[in-house]
């Protein structure tokens, strides 16, 4: 079997990645998205070697149509097209999990500026904004005001990026500082971690100065996790859980793309080495 890993950039989870399939005697390369090429005409993407995938792409809209060529191409990715549109988007990703009874954020989406603003006034604060497409807690604002309200109105009607009048917005959770951030591969827990927020910060990503701790795998999240892993469609994913004080847990993020080097330094178990491991069982299958 020869692996390869689609990246455009090398961060410590895609070295890891390259090492723990090298140890395990994979013949593996690592392919820079950047200057690759693919070509409608199938016997001209000679180039592109491996038997299976692992798109690592921090840029989502690169990973995915990628994923889209080689898939075009007959080759098995981890993570799916299907799995990375979905996850890659979060209106996409709520109406799944809800569609799939999954326990999530009461969530709402308007398609105008004033929409927006006649959401926000029925529903009350707190709440919650999001881009529809971002990580690393980039863009996800509490609104607690009207004058928030305003002023993201006004940010995003300068803003003409093609997804900046779709409103996302999400009850904001009563929570402890922390969130529960579950790696899965297939229907397995590898490992599950605490993200507590920096100081000053609302936001528990890592990206934004949280820190990590080992989170015990409870039955009730494994059941919850596998089951919202398995409605987008499987693979090795970063499901996201809060700790809901009225609704127990619920699902607020599945990564396709997930990042572990905060959880590494932490969890007991071999990430990277998790993840070839399933890897080699897909490509067995
Ligand atoms: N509805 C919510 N209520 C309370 N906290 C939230 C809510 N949604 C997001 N957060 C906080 O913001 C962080 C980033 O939101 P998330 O939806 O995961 O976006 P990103 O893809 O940028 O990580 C979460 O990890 C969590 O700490
Ligand atoms: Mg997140």
New binding site residues.
């Given amino acids: 079997m020869e692996l390869s890993i689609i990246y455009d950039k090398l961060r410590f989870e895609e070295k890891e990645l390259h090492q723990k399939a090298i140890n395990k005697g994979i013949s593996t390369h690592l392919i820079d998205a950047k200057p690759i090429s693919f070509s409608t005409d199938i016997n001209q993407n000679n180039s592109i070697k491996g038997d299976i995938f692992l798109q690592r792409c921090i840029s989502h809209f690169r990973g995915l149509y990628i994923t889209s060529c080689l898939e075009y191409l007959n080759h098995k990715v981890i993570n799916k097209y299907n799995v990375n549109e979905i996850c890659g988007n979060?209106l996409r990703t709520s109406l799944i999990l809800a569609k799939s009874k999954i326990p999530s954020?009461k969530t709402y989406f308007t398609f105008s500026a004033e929409s927006f603003k006649e959401l926000t006034n029925k529903l009350g604060f707190p709440l919650?904004l999001?881009p529809l497409v971002?990580?690393?807690?980039?863009g996800?604002f509490p609104i607690r005001n009207e004058e928030t309200v305003n002023i993201i109105m006004e940010m995003r009607e300068e803003n003409d990026s093609a997804l900046s009048r779709i409103y996302y917005v999400?009850?904001?959770?009563k929570?402890p500082p922390r969130?529960i951030r579950c790696i899965v591969a297939g229907d397995q827990i590898i490992t599950a971690i605490y993200?507590y927020?920096a100081v000053g910060e609302?936001?528990?990503?890592v990206a934004r100065g949280g820190h990590t701790g080992l989170a015990p795998i409870t039955h009730e999240l494994e059941e919850v996790v596998i089951k919202a892993a398995t409605a987008v469609g499987g693979g090795i994913l970063g499901v996201?859980v809060?700790e809901d004080e009225n609704q127990g847990l619920v699902i607020?993020?599945i990564n396709s793309n997930v990042e572990f080097r905060g959880a590494s330094q932490v969890s007991k178990v071999d990430i990277a080495n998790s993840m070839i491991e399933y890897v080699l069982s897909i490509f067995k299958k």
Avoid: A, L, Y
């Fill in positions: 979060k954020p919650v999001k971002g990580s690393w807690g980039r996800v999400q009850e904001m959770i929570r969130d993200r927020s609302w936001r528990t990503n996201d809060m607020h993020e």
